[in-house]
């Protein structure tokens, strides 16, 4: 088992020269309690469920990335425990945006809790005003460069990744293939979301031109792990008949889903270990787990309402870490990120920081 009060070694830095095991990360989208309800009122009481889970990354010498949203790092509660896991060399702190919650404020609509608007729904100026107040947040708090980020709802894009590259990020991992979220809704005539079903399982540096191909930017992708599922003749008939959109679409999309994530819900383990084992069948060299944080405390997600669901929930959990704390090697996202850049002759890329213009964007301030 690793040892985890020093730092995070970077994939392939074996000291044996054996080949490397695969990595095995673990990406927390660190967020307001149930971000999914329409409450205007904003919680982080959540912050306070992290240390156990925590201890489990820790039994099993598996670091966490947390992708921090602004809410949480402004969080008292979420500040000590963060510094404590830095200071401890025990995982690693990024980004995650929500645009209705991180300033500067300016309403799209008139119930932006509600509608819980895409980052890429503002204007440029606003987004990257954001991005600012994020990124200067986790430096101000925590005195890191944060380099790691996922996007708010998965929604990204091209101007979005030059957005990130302006500001230092190294590693994105907010694009989930064979995935569309054409169904999932942000501001009223906003752009509406991403189709990602054509986009890459595989790491690789992203062209801010077009976000589905590789490109010389230092931006690396590291899309979810996530594969397709396959039906037998009865069930996948059955799920043709019913996925026609309405109740039918989504009973159907609850029984027979069209894909497997390394993402727990309560009744995958099975398919999570399974998705964990054909990873290092087929010679990947990572896979890559995420759950909400809020998921940890009863009641902070519409997923695990219950002290007993949360008690299930981890029980899944542990049995996918024991699983992976032999075959794989646990990893931070820029830990990972740094293996890959010197495995394809890349440098290792600008420090992260606010994009370097010489004045400051008039969106910044808070409203």
């Known amino acids: 088992m690793s040892d985890l009060t020093a730092p995070v070694r970077a994939a392939g830095a074996g000291d044996d020269g054996a080949a490397p095991r695969p990595a095995f990360l673990i990406t927390i989208d660190v967020e307001e309690d149930d971000a999914w309800s ?34 949480m790092a402004t969080s008292p509660a979420f500040q000590e425990f963060g510094r404590a896991v830095l200071e401890g060399g025990r995982g690693e702190i990024g980004m995650h945006l929500h645009a209705w919650t991180t300033p500067p404020i300016l309403p799209l609509t008139g119930a932006d809790h509600r509608h819980k608007p895409f980052l890429t729904d503002f204007p440029e100026p606003v987004m990257a005003a954001k991005v600012t107040t994020a990124t200067r947040t986790l430096q101000d708090v925590f005195r890191v460069a944060p380099v790691s980020h996922r996007a708010g ?37 906003g752009r509406g979301p991403r189709d990602y079903t054509g986009y890459p ?30 039906y037998g003749p ?12 309405g109740p039918a679409g989504r009973v159907a999309g609850r029984l027979w889903p069209r894909t497997s994530w390394l993402r727990p819900n309560g009744r995958n383990r099975r398919e999570m270990l399974e998705l964990a084992g054909h990873a ?36 899944d959990i542990e049995a996918l870490f024991a699983y992976a704390a032999g075959p794989f090697e646990g990893m931070t996202l820029a830990a990972y990120r740094a293996g890959f850049a010197a495995r394809a002759g890349r440098r290792p890329g600008p420090a992260a920081g606010p994009p370097r213009t010489g004045q400051e964007n008039p969106c910044t301030s808070a409203k």
């Open 38 to 71: 329409g409450s205007a009122t904003v919680r982080t009481r959540n912050a306070g469920f992290l240390p156990r889970f925590q201890a489990l990354c820790d039994r099993y010498g598996l670091p966490p990335t947390y992708l921090v949203d602004w809410t």
């Open 153 to 189: 709802r998965w929604m990204m894009d091209e101007t979005y990744a030059r957005i990130l590259v302006e500001h230092g990020y190294l590693a994105d991992c907010s694009v989930t293939p064979h995935v569309s979220w054409r169904g999932t809704s942000g501001a009223p005539g």
């Open 201 to 230: 399982e595989h790491p690789y540096f992203v062209d801010p031109g077009a976000l589905h191909r590789a490109g010389e930017s230092p931006l690396l992708e590291v899309p979810m792990t996530i594969v397709p599922r396959r």
């Open 234 to 245: 009865l069930a996948g008939g059955a799920r043709a008949l019913l996925s026609r959109g």
């Open 280 to 315: 290092l069948r087929s010679g990947r060299d990572h896979v890559e787990f995420m759950l909400h944080s809020s998921e940890l405390m009863p009641g902070g997600s519409p997923y695990f309402r219950t002290f007993r669901s949360v008690e299930a929930l981890y029980d």
